[in-house]
């Protein structure tokens, strides 16, 4: 049997009992380590779950999915995943190359980031297609990102954003010369987020373009959602710009159309709480 286990969003206490249970019984357990991470490293859970962990990067799933699902049609082996499993597309992918092998699979689902996110207060069935900000480049700086969120807002609905996590990456150079030197890992901060949406709102005034967001339009910041250290900012995406929200994982709201009970929340979590006096900001410019 092949079990996909969600670990949640926090520590490793975050693990349900169904999932504990399912990763003490198997042979080998691996550790999903490039699409989130945990606030804890692999030594906590391997000492909470009993379990020796084997990390599991992006190019293990991608290209040796064959060894990870060795021998799982004549014992146990569990694939770990931050959050829920199918939280990412590539865990889709391992399901598929399982079936095929005519392996077994169970799925124990967990919280993650796309129904946690209702802790800033805005109501989730109000939320339009969640969209990914990548890390820009010299020379690669993608807007389609920018589309949807305007989409989105156009017919009313929040976009969740989540944030660009470089784990395991080469530069350029050194996959050119076939070098396994690999770059520091690197996550996108709400700050960096706002400033990619402020430069694409400047380009598309530029090219004479209204775009649907503005510096003035209402977003939400999180930060290390799930943990004890939880930290959520409302404000302007200008604020977001320069709002201090610590170490990773960050996401970020763009907010559409609010109802009153919404706007409520999001002043318990105001960087400047005059921006919600007027009523007005249900559908800020």
Sequence with gaps: MLYLVGLGLGDAKDITVKGLEAVRRCRRV???????????????????????????????????????????????????????PFGATTHSDLVLRAVKLGIPYKVIHNASIM????????????????ISIVFWTNTWKPESFFDKIEKNRQNGMHTL??????????????????????????????????????AIIQNRRLQGIKPGITENTICVGLARVGALDEKIASGTLQQMSTVELGAPLHSLIVTGSMHPLELEMLKLFSVDSSIFENNACQRTT
């Design 30 to 84: 691996y550790l999903e380590a490039y699409t989130s991470v945990l606030t804890v490293g692999k030594e906590a859970l391997e000492e909470f779950y009993g379990k020796e962990l084997i990390l599991a990067d992006r190019e293990m799933v991608e290209q040796e999915a064959d060894s990870l699902l060795k021998e799982a049609d004549v014992c146990d082996v569990a694939f770990l995943v931050v959050g829920d």
């Design 161 to 198: 954003c989540l944030l660009d996590i470089k784990v395991k990456e080469q530069s350029l150079e050194n996959l050119m010369k076939g070098k396994k030197i690999y770059e520091p890992p690197r996550y996108m901060s709400v700050n960096q987020a706002a400033e990619q949406l402020l």
């Design 115 to 130: 129904n946690a996110v209702g802790c800033c207060g805005l109501q989730l069935y109000n939320f339009g297609e969640t």
